[in-house]
């Protein structure tokens, strides 16, 4: 089970992964603050259809609806008793769109596991670490049952929690990805950088199937991240990348994400030339996102073939960051630097990445 991923990248080439879940779902009636996990019990076409549209776009690898499906963020919708039945239904819907689907079996499922929500008593909260791991195994072994592929953890941002989540998959034997969410100045909400999280991978016994980065500022932030990872890798571990469409902005009423389908795929074309070996999106990413997505993967030209930098970087440094400021914008150009931003603001941030 654990190198499945890894022979499908050896067969298909660059992967892709689908687009958001809870952004796609608002169009259909979703409301602000509604969990969308719910939707696999009382809305299930609406979640079969939506990863059926992934699949037509050209998604290799759909994640399930149960990246808030853990007891401790369905408590705060008196559902903490409904983790078993949720994440249960949310592989079996998986599992029937892609038997819907006309590649039948030629489609891969990753569990979707979320934060939790909580803070560690580590750092001034209430959540331990066995407390932590007993909800991550709750979530992992229905996915489990429901019939997914493996793991796919996404959007932490502590160290802590990444150790209990995959210490949740390894006690439920299903390989994980896991990423991570970095923010200003390539730092998650608790201060992790790239570097770390990928030294702290490079520790552990059992490895993840594949690591990266998801969600975040906007997708040449992001880019930046992947890259630093990228230069440290050990290949066996597969690099992922699921940038946003950008911040979410609330106009009358509405969310609007900036990310048009050229801007994700020229996001695309960046990571596939930099090496990554899933490329999907985040938040406010739209089935016509990913179709855009695979069309560029599926393009074999590289603009950085035949650069090298002599640094012993993968791609020399001012191509990379010529590219990223002319294709996508200058990073963090639009948001404010983490040491002046408000906390109010970074909770909001955090909210709005709840419903991936
Ligand atoms: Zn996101």
């Known amino acids: 089970m654990k190198n499945l991923l890894r022979n499908y990248r050896t067969k298909h080439g660059v992967l892709i992964a689908d687009g958001a879940t809870g952004t796609n779902y608002f169009s259909k009636g979703l409301e602000t603050g509604d969990p969308p996990e719910l939707w696999n019990l009382i809305k299930p076409d609406n979640v079969i259809n939506l990863h059926q549209e992934f699949i037509k776009a ?12 853990n007891s401790s963020r369905l408590k705060l919708h008196d559902c903490e008793n409904k983790v078993k039945s949720i994440n249960l239904e949310a592989a079996s819907l998986a599992r029937k ?21 909580e803070l560690f008593k ?27 592929d493996f793991l796919w953890i996404e959007t932490l941002s502590s160290l802590e ?20 969410s970095f923010d200003t100045s390539k730092r998650t909400m608790m201060g992790v950088t790239p570097h770390e999280f990928l030294k702290f991978i490079s520790k552990r016994k059992v ?29 066996d571990i597969l690099l992922v990348a699921k940038g946003n469409c950008g911040i979410p902005e609330y106009k009358e009423g509405k969310i609007f994400y900036k990310g048009t389908e050229e801007i994700m795929s020229k996001y695309a074309g960046l990571c ?39 640094s012993g970087s993968i791609i020399d440094e001012d191509v990379f960051m010529k590219r990223i400021n002319s294709e996508l914008g200058v990073p963090w150009k639009d948001s404010t630097q983490s040491s002046s931003i408000p906390k109010l603001k970074r909770t909001s941030r955090r909210r709005a990445r709840r419903s991936l």
């Not at 050209?58 to 149960?66: E, K, M, R, Y």
């Not at 993840?208 to 290949?235: Q, R, T």
């Open 58 to 69: 050209g998604a290799d690898i759909i994640l399930t609806n149960s990246f808030g499906a």
């Open 97 to 117: 769109a892609i038997s819907l689907s006309k590649n039948k079996n030629e489609n891969l499922i990753g569990g979707s596991v979320g934060p939790t929500g």
């Open 122 to 148: 580590s750092i001034g909260g209430n959540l331990t670490y066995e407390k932590a791991a007993s909800i991550f195994y709750e979530q992992a072994i229905s996915l489990k049952e429901g019939g997914v």
């Open 161 to 180: 929690e990444v150790d209990a989540a995959l210490h949740a998959s390894e006690k439920s034997e299903l390989g994980a990805v896991v990423t991570m």
């Open 207 to 235: 490895k993840p199937i594949g690591i990266g980065a998801n969600c975040g500022i906007g997708p040449p932030e992001l880019l930046l991240s992947i890259k630093e990872m990228k230069e440290n890798l050990n290949e």
């Open 272 to 310: 596939k030339d930099i090496g990554v070996d899933i490329v999907g999106g985040c938040c406010g990413t739209t089935p016509e996102h990913i179709r855009a997505i695979k069309n560029i993967v599926l393009n074999k030209v590289s603009n950085f073939e035949n650069i090298k930098s002599s």
